[in-house]
């Protein structure tokens, strides 16, 4: 087996000797993926990640999803619910260590905005976003606050993959348990534990790749290499730390 196999393989497991501190329900999340020169996006990570390739590509990703039932480990009332749109990039720190970085991620809560900017480090946007559920088909939209253009997002989920295979691209992309963030330039990370996705391929109807330009990076000319869909996952959110 391939050591970057095994890596993230160690990355599902919960980290020894620490506690969650927030638990979330994530639903109906859609993964959509491009490929890039990885030299283009190493010039957009902070000194200390490396950009992670899958056969020599570099991956960027979109994906919106609702969270909810978002609350304290250690109270039982839900805090809140509210949708989330990011833009994801996955690299490694000097350790070799596998994770993910987010130029962005839009939500649809203030609250949720503040603390995640606050704790976690991370670059968060307030946005006003919807979702629709139809017969088969999801749909989101959303607007980021200042900007005039409405990004949506439409899809059914189609045939069942079930937990992305060792090795694959699914798994290179979907299997991921750690973020970095930067704050005060300092590089943090900070793990999520929770079951492997179940993934389904998505039909795509309607994407945005607006995104990418809200962001400061060059968008895809087309539409994304790969489209996976799952329908929900239980997460245990672990607190940051910074990377020695």
């Known amino acids: 087996m ?13 980290p ?16 959509l993926h491009w490929p890039f020169d990885p030299i283009l996006v190493q010039r957009t990570l902070p000194d200390g990640l490396s950009v992670d390739t899958y056969r020599h590509r570099a991956w960027i990703g979109i994906v919106p999803f609702r969270m909810r039932k978002v609350r304290p480990v250690a109270l039982p009332f839900v805090w809140s619910n509210f949708l989330e749109l990011n833009l994801r990039t996955y690299v490694r720190d000097s350790r070799g260590v596998p994770g993910v970085w987010f130029y962005s991620l839009d939500a649809n809560n203030p609250m949720a905005v503040w603390t995640a900017r606050l704790f976690f480090g991370l670059p968060y946007q307030h946005a006003e976003m919807e979702v629709e559920n139809g017969n088969e088909e999801i749909g989101y939209s959303s607007r980021r606050r200042g900007c005039a253009t409405v990004q949506e997002y439409r899809f059914t989920p189609s045939d069942e993959l079930g937990e992305a295979k060792p090795g694959s691209l699914e798994f290179f992309l979907i299997e991921r348990y750690r973020l970095f963030s930067i704050r005060g330039g300092q590089i943090l990370t900070g793990r999520v534990c929770h079951s492997p996705y179940q993934l389904r391929e998505a039909t795509v109807t309607r994407f945005d790749s607006y995104l990418f330009e809200l962001d400061g990076l060059k968008p895809p000319a087309g539409p994304p290499d790969s489209a996976l869909y799952s329908a929900r996952v239980d997460v245990t959110i672990y607190p940051v730390a910074e990377v020695r």
């Not at 391939?2 to 919960?14: D, G, N, T, V």
């Not at 506690?19 to 639903?27: D, F, L, S, V």
């Open 2 to 14: 391939e050591e970057w196999i095994k890596a993230q393989l160690r990355e599902r497991q919960p």
């Open 16 to 31: 020894a000797g620490q506690a969650g501190i927030m638990a979330q329900r994530w639903e109906h999340l859609l993964f």
